[in-house]
């Protein structure tokens, strides 16, 4: 066994012990990238969860800003409330309240009620260019009225 052969093989006994996947991943994996590839949404957002989380591939916050973004753009609430996250927190991007609040508001105008929350949050607590407090009691307001099927 040459030296090459046998670090090859050491990396790849310790990848395998600390869990981590050798190559490409499981068939389920490989069929969601190729779905998330040719565009379809739903994949695409799936694809930067597990990214976001470690689940079912190596963690990656660039990876989930990618396939967040490409989700967002074509008007995937999910993926417009965690590409504002990575935002709101700094995940693999340079963290921008601001932009944060431009996608919890995509969201939050189709219903999304975790990105409700988190823009009430802002507008709460004057982030991201939420100045004024009392617009925080009354976006409050709208969430309440929108959860209780009291919209005109």
Known sequence: MTHATRFVAVAVLVALAAGTPVQGQTPEIDALRARAEAGVTEAQYDLGNMYRNGRGVPQGNAE????????????VPRAQYGLGFMYDNGRDVRQDKAEAARWYRLAADQGYVPALTNLGNMYETGEGGMLV????????????????????
């Not at 989930?64 to 008007?75: E, K, P, S, T």
């Not at 307001?141 to 009291?150: I, K, P, Q, S, T």
Request: proline residues 0%; negative net charge; hydrophobic residues 45%.
């Open 133 to 152: 407090h009392q617009a925080g009691r009354v976006f409050a307001w709208e969430v309440f009225e929108y959860l209780n099927g009291e919209e005109e």
């Open 64 to 75: 989930a800003v990618h396939w967040y973004r490409l989700a967002a753009d074509q008007g």
